[in-house]
């Protein structure tokens, strides 16, 4: 198993993409803490099945937005399995609205929760990943980093700023064995792509040249590749992952 003897952190853990990642980590062998808001059952769920299929699992509730919950929910991690190797910031809402209609709220809702909790949770971890001279970072982009979706204003700074924030952050920890990349996801069929997908998920399709919709595994396989040994030379990279959205053919 490519991960045996790790300790992971994921940040919305407890469903859609996040849920994937910590199977993905897990069936590689690494013990996984996970990180979710507010629905306990579907987390209190995930760690019953985890364990079942005889894994290590840990469920903490905490809130990404706020510094000092992020800070407790790595000293948890730390005081149950002593390290961290591995962080998946991958928590992450939408709020979308035309900028003249989006109110404050809605701006810095998204900007804390998609933004803020990657320096919450990097931050936290950079000393203990800095002694251990050892770390795989992954921070959640999206193609929405990139695109100019009307509506979007909040998400795409949002997820431009984790994008650059990965650049630096990789550059200051490079030489202590810490690699840090992002993912940036297409149309992946969650809880938070629903309502869109339902409105138009036929006409999606025929935007993305492979003809289907993202499956959460699709960014589990990246991300459980951006975790292993094997990516030791890549850092500061984003990886998309969008059935070819991105490329803009016809
Ligand atoms: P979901 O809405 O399905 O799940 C979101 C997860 O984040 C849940 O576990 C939720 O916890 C947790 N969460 C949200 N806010 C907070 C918070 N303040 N504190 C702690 N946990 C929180 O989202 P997806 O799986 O679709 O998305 C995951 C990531 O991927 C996000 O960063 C998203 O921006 C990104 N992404 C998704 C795409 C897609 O098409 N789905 C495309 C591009 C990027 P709880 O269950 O308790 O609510």
């Not at 469920?59 to 790595?74: L, M």
């Not at 990657?118 to 990943?129: G, I, K, L, Q, S």
């Not at 980093?145 to 650049?167: C, D, H, I, L, M």
């Amino acid at each position: 198993m490519k991960l045996a003897g790790r300790v992971a952190l994921v940040t919305g853990g407890s469903r859609g993409i996040g849920k994937a990642i910590v199977w993905a980590l897990a069936k590689e062998g690494a013990k996984v803490a996970f990180v979710y808001r507010s629905n306990q059952e579907a987390a209190d769920k995930l760690v019953a099945d985890l364990e079942l299929d005889q894994h290590e699992a840990l469920a903490i509730q905490a809130d990404v937005k706020d510094k000092k919950q992020a800070d407790a929910a790595v000293e948890k991690v730390l005081e149950k399995w002593e390290k961290i190797d591995i962080l998946v910031n991958n928590a992450g809402i939408i709020r979308d609205g035309l900028l003249a209609l989006m109110e404050e709220d809605m701006w810095t809702d998204v900007i804390e929760t998609n933004l803020n909790s990657v320096y919450n949770f990097c931050h936290a971890v950079t000393r203990p990943m800095m002694s251990a001279r050892y770390g795989r970072v992954i921070n959640m982009s999206s193609v929405a980093a990139s695109y100019s979706n009307p509506g979007q204003a909040n998400y795409a700074a949002s997820k431009g700023g984790v994008e650059g924030f990965t650049r630096c952050f990789a550059t200051e920890l490079a030489r202590r064995g810490v690699t840090v990349n992002a993912v940036a996801p297409g149309f992946i069929e969650t809880d938070m792509t629903e309502a869109v997908v339902n409105a138009a998920g036929a006409q999606i399709k025929k935007a993305i040249p492979v003809r289907r919709l993202g499956r959460p595994d699709d960014i589990s396989n990246a991300v459980l590749f951006l975790a292993s040994e094997e990516s030791s030379y890549i850092t500061g990279q984003v990886l998309t992952v969008d059935g070819g959205l991105s490329l803009g053919g016809m």
